[in-house]
């Protein structure tokens, strides 16, 4: 029989050396992780590949038997077993069993409204990183026996290290047990717990089921990532063009495999899923994410005959059936499969999971096909991919999909959704919901917003702050509308703290008084949203449908650019706000032309301050920082582009380039255009961007683990036009691919070095207009209307002859009396002069500009 770690082993050399049961027990698979580029693949788990229930929960228990051993009864009873979330919730709780009478708790990555986090932590090489412990009662961690920590793999030991670290700090204790499956430690680990426990005056034993190492050679994440990039773009080439819609079953493979292609349309109607009503006892958890105590497990024993006698009779004779848990929602269905194996049918068990993993149909490989369909929980760091693995091709004729009430949405039912993707691979698919478990002490009230002190949940917790410490040591999810922003959820994620209540709109005037005067930076404060009159959105109308084309053309132009250049599947990074709708439209057209969902998220970058160290860290946790793309809407002189530059020398991964829309100062190589017109989305403020105010960086409101600040101008919603907008453009995608084909085609041909001459222009103008400093020069059009719109203008400089790109400048420019001068030898079609050594004086009782001579 071929080791399932084959395939790896022979292209990277990777070596898996250790007991001679370690083949037996893992498997090794590519993905796509900063980290690490290899998986270890346990075949007893439960999570990827699809095994016997006995031999999972078998697995577990006896390692919780070999707990209780090492520790003696009486200590034992006086244990608190922790598993660690997604993988290792069912192998915790499993433990729990073995351990005898211990309650069970697992961390969670799903905040839950209204309970409180009593602690939190990171874990350094997962897709997903941050880990919330939401106990109903939490006393239970500071119960003073020894904490059981259980993970599937022991490798750095930095998640433990991380956990204890968190928790000894807020609740001492004298012993703690780390379990897991294999103990993959080097040696260069091995002496860390010792000297760890040395240092914190506790006691750390290690069980583990069995031990070795992997052998890495050098280079081997580099190789595994170009593997996997090889891989993917391969997928994403042999896949049909879409129009909105995912293609295929979003499996990979490699050479000499035979690709999974997607399914066509279904002879007949789609069959409809079986709901079994599983009979749950009424406030019996779900799982361990609020605790899980000896006496929950007395009513679940006692409940699972009658469970599973409804789920056989609606299998009927189904002869291989897969029961299939919900990502952290592993141990009450593997405990179903159980209770069914039990009863004499033939049974497998696994769970889906957030975990991107290459997929190559090779008996050599551990994770042969792949499903893919959107998250259907509403999870908080919004809309994704989710994945079962070896499900496809397995031989079931029956399903049983196993989730908590939460994920029981119309997501699931969709066409693409879970159901819908079982059901072209198995004949007969069962659906039993387990109701999601709400902690009695949940207060009604929502969760609070991001970045912001979080209260008790209870008022015993206001004066026990160690028991629910007042603030997570996480980083928030992203912000998305409705919620913040008029943007849809899945159009972005918004990396920014929720400032809407906060009064920081200052006078123009006064505002620009105190940045020139250096008592105040642009990013402490707001100008006053600029209301425009019907002339001048008449204008914004006209000059949107005049170049609503032109735009879709360099739309187009960046993505694929981006897409060619960056792999099939960048993450785009918008620099908050003007850089918003462009990455928006990108994404649309991503998804338009080939069926790509990319992420998308915005964040604050100032000058002067550099870009959010706190969202950098957000995306290095939760993607490869080599596929982050930033984008933003145009470049000026090249100031954020330099400004970006210099801030990513501290972070390692990430490219520091821009992609942007328009580049007419050639400062950047990716773009759609150098051309310098009107973009509209630069004619109006936060109603054409979602109703975001620009970002605000003050030391009082952003603290050093807190996002960049933003307000949503909900107020705003009668004027907002930020849908309209993309929305028209859009709609000229089609009319423009054949375009936009040749032009990337020859601008990936072409030598796209930026010159810079745009930074030349605006140096030669500071000096020939006495102006002496190149901040206050804004050249392009989208710049010198935010002159207009936010600052105090002194002069306009327009390109002789340009035309109606500069109808709206000039119209804004007579608004404010500033005076419009046309000038040759011009690199944009017009450049704005911010009013040079500003006072109020600069400006009369009628706030329009005095003309300084």
Same mark, same amino acid.
């Given at each position: 029989m071929v080791w399932s770690g084959t395939w790896v082993a022979e292209r990277l050399g990777v070596e898996l050396k250790g007991d001679d049961q370690l083949p037996d027990l893992l =498997?090794?698979?590519?993905?796509?992780?900063?980290?690490?580029?290899?998986?270890? %693949?346990?075949?007893?788990?439960?999570?990827? %590949?699809?095994?016997?229930?006995?031999?999972v929960h078998g697995h577990g228990h006896a390692l919780g038997r070999r707990v209780r051993e090492l520790l003696g009864p009486e200590e034992a009873a006086r244990s608190l077993v922790l598993g660690y979330a997604e993988t290792a919730t069912g192998l915790g709780h499993s433990v729990a069993d073995g351990l005898g009478s211990a309650p069970y708790l697992h961390s969670t990555r799903r905040p839950v409204a209204?309970?409180?986090?009593?602690?939190?932590?990171?874990?350094?090489?997962?897709?997903?990183?941050?880990?919330?412990?939401?106990?109903?009662d939490p006393r239970l961690l500071a119960t003073p026996g020894p904490l059981v920590l259980v993970d599937d793999e022991f490798s750095t030991g930095n998640t433990v290290l991380n956990t204890i670290r968190d928790l000894h700090a807020r609740h001492p204790r004298e012993r703690y047990v780390i379990v897991a499956l294999v103990d993959m430690r080097s040696a260069a680990d091995l002496g860390r717990l010792e000297s760890f426990g040395h240092e914190i005056g506790a006691r750390i034993d290690l069980v583990a089921g069995a031990t070795g190492t992997v052998r890495l050679p050098e280079g081997v994440l580099e190789k595994g990532q170009a593997l996997v990039t090889a891989h993917e773009t391969a997928a994403v080439a042999d896949a049909p063009l879409a129009s909105g819609s995912a293609s295929g079953s979003g499996a990979a493979f490699g050479s000499g495999a035979a690709p999974q292609q997607p399914r066509g349309p279904r002879t007949g109607p789609a069959p409809t899923p079986v709901r079994v009503d599983l009979g749950w006892p009424e406030g019996l958890p779900d799982g361990g994410r609020h605790g899980f105590t000896p006496a929950h497990a007395a009513a679940l024993d006692a409940a699972l005959p009658g469970m599973a006698a409804r789920l056989s009779a609606a299998l009927g004779d189904a002869r291989r059936v897969l029961v299939l848990g919900f990502e952290e929602l592993m141990y009450a269905p593997l405990r179903l499969a159980l209770a069914l194996e039990r009863s004499g049918t033939d049974v497998r068990y696994s769970t889906t999971t957030r975990s991107p993993v290459l997929a190559v149909d090779d008996p050599g490989y551990a994770i042969r096909t792949r499903l893919v369909f959107p998250a259907h929980d509403e999870p908080a760091?919004?809309? =994704?991919?989710?994945?079962?693995?070896?499900?496809?091709? =397995?031989g079931f004729d029956a399903v049983v999909a196993v989730v908590d009430s939460v994920a029981d949405t119309p997501a699931l039912h969709a066409p693409g959704g879970l159901l819908d993707r079982l059901a072209a691979h198995i004949p007969h698919v069962v659906l039993a919901v387990v109701p999601s478990y709400v902690p009695r002490n949940a207060t009604p009230a929502t969760l609070p917003a991001p970045a912001t002190a979080q209260a008790p949940a209870t008022a015993t917790e206001a004066t026990e702050a160690t028991e629910a410490p007042e603030r997570s040591s996480m980083l928030p999810e992203p912000l998305r509308g409705p919620a913040f922003s008029s943007y849809a959820p899945e159009e972005v994620g918004w990396l920014l703290q929720d400032l809407s209540d906060v009064e920081l709109e200052a006078p123009t005037e006064e505002r620009e008084e105190a940045i020139q005067s250096g008592g105040a930076h642009y990013a402490e404060s707001l100008p006053v949203e600029y209301q425009p009159s019907e002339h001048y959105q008449r204008l914004y109308a006209s000059a949107l449908d005049a170049s609503a084309a032109r735009i879709a053309r360099a739309v187009g132009t960046v993505t694929e650019t981006v897409l060619a250049e960056r792999g099939p599947r960048p993450v785009l990074v918008s620099l908050a706000r003007a850089g918003t709708p462009v990455g928006v439209l990108m994404r649309r057209w991503a998804r338009h032309r080939h069926g790509v969902d990319l992420p998308h998220y915005a964040v604050s970058i100032v000058r002067g301050r550099g870009i959010d160290a706190n969202a950098l860290r957000w995306l290095a946790e939760h993607h490869d920082p080599a596929d982050v793309v930033f984008v933003d809407g145009w470049t000026g002189k090249g100031a954020i582009t330099r400004e970006l530059a210099q801030a990513l020398g501290e972070f390692d991964g990430f490219v520091p380039e821009i992609a942007v829309l328009a580049d007419p100062g050639s400062c950047v190589r990716t773009y759609g255009t150098r051309e310098d017109f009107l973009i509209p989305s630069a004619c109006l403020n936060s109603t054409v961007s979602g109703l975001i105010s620009r970002t605000v960086l003050r030391a009082d409101l952003v603290g050093p683990h807190d996002f960049h600040g933003a307000k949503f101008y909900r107020e705003l919603a009668g004027a907002d036009v930020s849908n309209a907008f993309l929305d028209t453009v859009s709609a000229r995608f089609d009319e423009v691919a054949d375009e936009v084909d040749t032009e990337v085609k020859e601008l990936l041909a072409a030598d796209r070095t930026p010159t810079w001459e745009g930074w030349a222009a605006v140096e030669r103008i500071s000096e020939e207009y006495g102006i002496h400093d190149v901040n206050l020069v804004k050249p392009g059009v989208g710049e010198t209307t935010r002159v207009l719109l936010r600052r105090v203008p002194w002069k306009i400089l327009a390109k002789r002859g340009a035309g109606a790109d500069l109808a709206h400048v000039r119209l804004l420019a007579e608004q404010r009396g500033v005076p419009?001068?046309? %000038?040759?030898?011009?690199?944009?079609?017009?450049?704005?002069?911010i009013h040079p050594r500003f006072t109020r004086g600069a400006t009369g009782a009628d706030g329009k500009a005095v003309v300084s001579q």
């Open positions: =498997g090794l698979a590519l993905r796509r992780n900063p980290k690490r580029a290899h998986l270890l %693949v346990s075949n007893v788990l439960g999570k990827h %590949v699809p095994q016997r229930p006995g031999v209204g309970v409180a986090a009593a602690g939190g932590f990171e874990e350094s090489h997962s897709h997903a990183t941050s880990h919330l412990l939401l106990p109903e760091d919004g809309p =994704g991919e989710r994945y079962a693995y070896n499900v496809a091709g =397995g419009v001068e046309e %000038v040759d030898d011009l690199p944009y079609s017009c450049v704005g002069l």
